[in-house]
């Protein structure tokens, strides 16, 4: 499907990233590797920085104007914290689905179309072909296959996520970042979002932001803990969830603090 | 308040009923030699009730640690100590079930006499409830050096296993009409070892609590 030629093992080297909003520091000095092909779970309490670290993945930080960055994000190699990075091209690379679904108001094609129209793809065929290639990868396709043309917000909380996470796929990206992508779902709505990540990982490279231990020993293969904005631990998620090295690591994922 | 006070709790009464059941364990070993050595039929049907309650205990406790994977979603530690409680009291309840048999022989030698005098049995007898208790021990205190130990008792009564084997061996040659009390009294020398075996299972997952690592202590 995705004909990402490289046999990298890591698709993003993060070393020394430190980040302030304003004068409080938020992120102390990260050096992390996201493996390829892995689902990456990051955990940690609320307001340990998770999603800063999420957005400073593919630059949406920029959209706050009192946060500072320094250190590197390697990209395969390329530091996408410089300022040269074409950040349409990077947001394309590194797609993102957040929290609560957030579909345009546009119709169930359009949205999944937006991306590639802003691309420049014009042909209708090739538009059509993309958005049922990304409806099926994001395991929606038979159910909206024949109201296509319906408005986005008439489908249900799972469906729209799942919109969402095709919308993402159609820009043919390489790394999914997902920022707790089922806290507002129901379970079903989450097992079958779970599902997809599963499959998915075959194809991207998935780091997700969860606040629930479950879903990440269940869905993840490798899982960093932040805390106060530190990584205080990154490893297998087996050896994370079962016997970790670190005691504050026990303690939050044992719900003894946090 | 400390968080996970209920949790917590219900982790403490988990351990205090393992060693309720260990404890019920340890007695009917001793026990269930004292039936065999005195030819007691009273002391038997002692062994026999308190295994009932050693396997109503085990089900109580499967029923505690599946309802709390079910309701607690524990993770690390709290994880292993309930994958740990699991298993040990399998094990536990498997022992029951030696010292059962080796009571029940009792009856089977009835009222003849003793082919020989107990002396290897009952020291092999103290020598397994002593490692059910060690072993006991080492989980209340998560002692993983404690747990290691286990091994070499474990090897003890083996090799009292074998020489019990070999005596009874000569004896059956000797004296066919020894055969089928010497038979009996080899199920129960095979029994003690089997216990001690489990007892040195209970010391694995004892390990496996305090450090994650699957070990076997005795290979």
Redesign the interface.
């Known amino acids: 499907m995705n004909n990402h030629a490289n046999n990298n093992a890591y698709v993003l080297n993060i070393r020394n990233l430190n980040l302030w909003y304003g004068k409080d520091q938020a992120l102390t000095d990260v050096s992390v590797d996201i493996e390829a092909q892995k689902v990456t779970a990051v955990i940690g309490p609320s307001g340990c920085g998770k999603s800063t670290f999420l957005k400073v993945l593919n630059r949406l930080i920029d959209l706050v104007p009192s946060a500072r960055v320094n250190g590197e994000v390697l990209f395969y190699g390329e530091d996408i914290l410089k300022n040269h990075v074409n950040l349409v091209n990077l947001r394309t690379s590194i797609g993102m689905v957040f929290q609560k679904p957030n579909p345009f108001p546009k119709s169930i094609y359009d949205n999944v179309a937006y991306g590639p129209k802003i691309h420049g793809i014009k042909s209708r065929s090739h538009l059509e072909e993309i958005v049922e290639e990304s409806l099926k990868q994001a395991a929606l396709w038979e159910e909206v296959k024949d109201r296509l043309n319906q408005s986005a917000m008439s489908l249900s909380g799972g469906q729209q996520q799942r919109l969402c996470i095709a919308r993402a796929l159609a820009n043919n990206p390489e790394v999914l970042l997902m920022d707790e992508p089922t806290s507002a779902l129901d379970p079903a709505a989450t097992h079958r979002i779970e599902d997809l990540i599963r499959k998915l990982k075959e194809d991207y490279h998935i780091v997700i932001v969860t606040h629930n231990m479950q879903q990440a020993a269940r869905l993840s293969d490798r899982t960093m803990f932040l805390l106060n904005g530190e990584l205080v631990e990154c490893g297998d998620t087996e050896t994370i969830f079962t016997n970790p090295e670190d005691k504050r690591t026990e303690d939050y994922i044992t719900g003894r603090f946090g | 308040m400390e968080?996970?006070y209920e949790?917590n709790k219900s982790l403490d009464t988990l351990t205090q009923e393992i060693i309720i059941m260990g404890s019920l364990v340890e007695k009917n070993i001793t026990r269930a030699i004292d039936a065999l050595a005195n030819q007691s039929l009273e002391i038997m049907k002692e062994v026999i009730e308190t295994e009932n309650t050693i396997d109503q205990m085990e089900l109580d406790i499967e029923k505690n640690c599946i309802s709390l994977l079910a309701t607690q979603?524990?993770?690390?530690?709290?994880?292993?100590k309930i994958g740990a409680a699991l298993k040990i009291i399998t094990d536990l309840e498997r022992m029951g079930d030696y010292a059962e048999n080796i009571a029940k022989v009792t009856k089977r030698i009835g009222d003849e006499e003793l082919i020989k005098p107990l002396i290897d049995i009952p020291h092999m007898a103290q020598l397994t409830q002593g490692m059910v208790h060690y072993a006991l021990d080492a989980y209340v205190k998560e002692n993983k050096e404690q747990a290691y130990q286990l091994g070499e008792n474990d090897d003890k009564v083996d090799h009292l296993h074998n020489q019990v084997f070999r005596e009874l061996l000569v004896l059956m040659m000797e004296n066919p009409s020894t055969i089928n009390q010497a038979t009996q009294l080899l199920f129960v020398s095979r029994s003690l070892e089997r216990i001690a075996d489990h007892a040195t299972n209970i010391g694995e997952r004892v390990i496996f609590l305090v450090?994650?690592e699957r070990v076997k202590i005795n290979d």
């Open positions: 968080q996970r949790f979603q524990p993770m690390a530690k709290d994880l292993r450090s994650g």
